[in-house]
């Protein structure tokens, strides 16, 4: 009876430590997390938080579209980077679908990613001179986007404030 008891409250503890180290992990990680985290980096307004990519994903876009076109029109800019901060599959969609919508205004649309430290990316970001981020919720860390907004500055190319970046946020269940 006593080494059930033990085994039981071992357990137990053992439940409670794993979910205070998920929890302190969590609280402390340098990830960005949601768009609120975006935000407090004073970004002016992200994108949108994509949720369930895919669905309302056009509606989405022609909102966004809305403010790339007027913000185009107002820097007279031919064309616009998106630039990937991770290079994986659901990066690419968002980027390959918003390219396209960029395309149907009549707004040349460039996509790379690792402008850090891939020549052809960063040139076609300073070609175009200006720059939306693409970045992924839960993957990106904050050092991440600084380093992005350094090298943005350093090219003298236009991070633009009012987009600030595209976030991806991942449901359970959605690839």
């Known amino acids: 009876m006593i080494l059930i008891k033990y085994v039981l409250l071992g357990i137990i503890f053992g439940i409670v430590i794993a979910f205070a180290a998920i929890l302190l992990r969590y609280i402390f990680g340098d990830r960005i997390q949601s768009e609120r985290d975006i935000r ?9 938080l994509i949720k369930n990519w895919g669905k309302d994903i056009h509606r989405d876009l022609t909102r966004s579209m809305m403010d790339v076109e007027l913000l185009a029109g107002e820097r007279k800019a031919a ?3 998106l630039n990937m901060l991770f290079a994986d599959e659901q990066s690419r969609k968002v980027a390959e ?3 396209t919508a960029m395309e149907a205004a009549h707004i040349t649309g460039m996509i790379g990613s690792d402008v850090y430290s891939n020549a052809e ?5 300073m070609e175009s001179g200006f720059c939306i981020l693409i970045i992924e919720a839960g993957k990106a860390s904050y050092k991440d986007v600084e380093q992005q907004i350094q090298i943005c500055t350093r090219f003298k190319v236009e991070l633009w404030m009012h987009s600030g970046g595209i976030t991806i ?3 359970r269940g959605i690839k």
């Open 79 to 81: 064309g616009l980077f």
């Open 121 to 125: 990316s960063l040139r076609q970001m």
């Open 97 to 99: 679908d918003y390219k």
């Open 40 to 48: 407090d980096l004073h970004f002016k307004c992200t994108w949108e």
């Open 169 to 171: 946020r991942r449901f």
